[in-house]
């Protein structure tokens, strides 16, 4: 082994050990998130091919359903519905990659590197991009910081992303790789290692996702201002409305643990992914649990941090307060949106797409879930505005647009597409009926109620691989 790589080496030991030895307990907190919110193991682990073409096991937190890559393309795509709650939050922050930690202590990756690939995109390697795969790969690298948001280099639209992965994104990720290889130093990867996990750390927020995410962003602002009101609300009525001296230590302290747990309490439960204009009881219900659970970790935190004089009956009147006001901000958002909604239901069978997230989606979604005897299970949304892509109506997910109804009907079982007419142009809705043949998908046209009143004999226009069933939804 040469002087160089016997410096990296013990670099990479030593280091990974420390972090390992640091990060532990976050591993445990992860681990837990991942087996409580979905079925299978904590970890994914997949080959990839490492130093001299010799393959391995690279290990990560898995953040997609079991037998993800048996339902669709070997990439992740954009708003892939194979990705779960918890692997959505550990994609974003990147802390699905940290058990990579266990390949750099047994030697199979370093802490820096050329990004660790799957051999059937190896296998494309002409030779001079081959010189990527003269050295480890590394946790952290010139891909993995220029390329970081490599899910929105895809075009909108593009359905054959291992193609374009191969003839665009792959050739440029290569080419920085290679230069890396060229003219690596041991000084320079720790600046590397250090600068780049600021770099990761700073690129998370960007002008795009305040943008994107401002309506969200306001509804947490809001919820936070909340959780502060209803603590010191319940302070004030225990007291009668004279706080002690000898309570504002507690009541600090509280409040302080109360800000940052129960955000990242209400994130994990989707309370910010849900849409406000429709509120209903499963929405009700997530904000029970969410508020639960989180005044469950700060009474936790309080009572180990040395403050068990607390009063409980605060953390009751709190937690009380906290539902209530949480619960009528969405209502009041709800009503100056779109007016009083009604609660959500649920009906088993056919699984289907509901093609719409307007008026007439919201309609059909909302007739489907509270019919007692219907024989139709929405399981998401299909809809052409981006700015609606992740939302919750109802419990249920908008997917994305026309090109997503494939992967989403592979993963999901879905059997069926309901086409809202009253949603989108038609323009919008030939690429969905298109998209439903070209993938021998049944769909219904659902026309709107003007047109339903306006025919005696409504009729409901059926995909052509499914028989005439009826003339209604």
């Keep these: 082994m040469r002087k160089g790589a016997r410096l990296k080496r013990a670099i990479d030991l030593t280091l990974g050990l420390a972090f390992m030895v640091f990060l532990w307990p976050l591993f445990l907190l992860i681990a837990a998130m991942i087996r409580i919110d979905s079925r299978g193991p904590i970890f994914f682990r997949q080959e990839r091919t490492g130093e001299g073409m010799k393959p391995f096991r690279v290990f990560k937190f898995r953040t997609m359903i079991v037998g993800a890559y048996r339902s669709g393309a070997r990439l992740t795509v954009k708003r892939d519905p194979r990705i779960t709650q918890v692997g959505g939050l550990l994609r974003w922050t990147k802390l699905d990659e940290m058990p990579q930690l266990l390949n750099v202590i047994a030697g199979d990756m370093s802490l820096v590197g050329p990004r660790p690939e799957d051999p059937y995109f ?77 770099r990761v750390v700073m690129s998370q927020f960007k002008r795009s996702f305040f943008a994107r995410s401002r309506a969200r962003l306001a509804l947490l602002s809001m919820d936070l201002g909340l959780i502060v009101v209803a603590y010191v609300l319940a302070n004030f009525v225990h007291f009668d409305w004279q706080l002690p001296e000898k309570a504002w230590p507690y009541v600090t302290q509280t409040l302080f643990w109360s800000v940052i747990l129960k955000p990242l309490v209400f994130i994990y439960y989707g309370l910010y992914q849900r849409a406000t204009r429709w509120v209903g009881r499963k929405d009700l219900a997530a904000i029970v649990k969410a508020v639960s659970v989180g005044s469950a970790l700060v009474v936790a935190t309080t009572y180990f941090s040395g403050l068990q004089a607390h009063s409980r009956a605060v953390f009751i009147v709190d937690w009380t307060l906290l539902i209530f006001l949480m619960s009528t901000l969405r209502f009041t958002v709800s009503h100056v949106l779109s007016g009083a909604s009604r609660a959500a239901g649920s009906g088993p069978y056919v699984r289907v797409l509901v093609a719409g997230s307007g008026h007439g989606g919201e309609a059909i979604l ?34 994305g647009g026309a090109t997503d109804i494939a992967l989403s009907a592979s993963t999901h079982g879905v059997e069926m597409v309901l086409v809202s007419l009253s949603d989108m142009d038609p323009s919008v809705v030939r690429d969905i009926t298109e998209a439903c043949k070209k993938h021998e998908i049944a769909y219904r046209l659902v026309p709107t109620l003007s047109d339903l009143l306006s025919q005696e004999n409504a009729h409901v226009v059926h995909g052509s691989v499914l028989p005439q069933e009826g003339s209604r939804v």
Aim: overall charge negative.
């Design 122 to 198: 190896t296998a494309f390697y002409n030779e001079t991009e081959r010189e990527a795969l003269s050295v480890k790969p590394g946790m952290i690298g010139p891909s993995q910081i220029a390329g970081r948001d490599e899910v929105d280099m895809y075009p909108e639209g593009v359905e054959d992303t291992e193609r374009y992965y191969i003839e665009h994104i792959m050739p440029a990720k290569l080419a920085r790789d290679v230069a890396y290889v060229r003219s690596a130093t041991a000084w320079g990867d720790l600046q590397f290692l250090f600068g780049g996990v600021l």
């Design 366 to 399: 909302r007739s489907l879930l509270e019919d007692p005897k219907s024989r139709y299970l929405p399981v998401g949304i299909i809809d052409h505005e981006p700015h609606r892509w992740g939302a919750l109506i109802h419990g249920v997910r908008v997917m």
